[in-house]
């Protein structure tokens, strides 16, 4: 029967054309507001669009390959909640807002199992990109703020 078939994705290119369009317009344009734009385009994009994979550790310990869309998302919901403890647990925080699961009752046994903690670990660049998201979003909205004050 059919299998679900993918949609291309587009070039990785494409999107660093445009913010490199953004950030040369804003030096000749001397518009620091249009650099703002540029930075907050980049931290969601790096958020919530590029195309990567799921990353999560399995029980068996490999990485999960499958496709999805921004660094802050998995591809199931059993993997989102793993990926939401290890975003907060890079934070220094356990996450609040876990909910609590039975143990499962069908679990193989003679299988190496990772423990919660063990696969709830971001990738280093994973990390690094999304602490360097965090920050250049902060300093977006401190400089809009600041632009509203300070026209």
Not at 31 to 42: D, E, F, G, K, Q
Not at 112 to 120: E, G, H, M, Q
Request: charged residues 20%; glycine residues 8%.
């Amino acid at each position: 029967m059919g299998r679900r078939r993918r949609r291309g994705r587009e070039p990785g290119y494409v999107w660093w054309i445009a913010f490199g369009a953004l950030v040369v317009a804003a030096v000749l344009l001397g518009a620091w507001r249009l650099a703002l734009i540029a930075l907050l385009a980049w931290c969601l994009y790096e958020f919530s669009l590029i195309p990567t994979v799921c990353r999560v550790m399995t029980r068996q310990g490999f990485a999960c390959h499958e496709h999805v869309r921004g660094r802050l998302y998995a591809c199931s919901s059993t993997h989102q909640q793993v990926k939401n403890d290890a975003l907060w647990r890079s934070a220094g925080l356990r996450n609040p807002f876990r909910r609590a699961s039975a143990p499962d009752p069908n679990r193989d046994t003679g299988v190496v199992v990772y423990s919660p903690a063990v696969r709830a670990r971001l990738a280093q660049s994973d990390r690094v990109i999304v602490t360097l998201a965090g920050a250049g979003s902060l300093v977006a909205i401190a400089g809009a703020i600041l632009g509203l004050v300070r026209p």
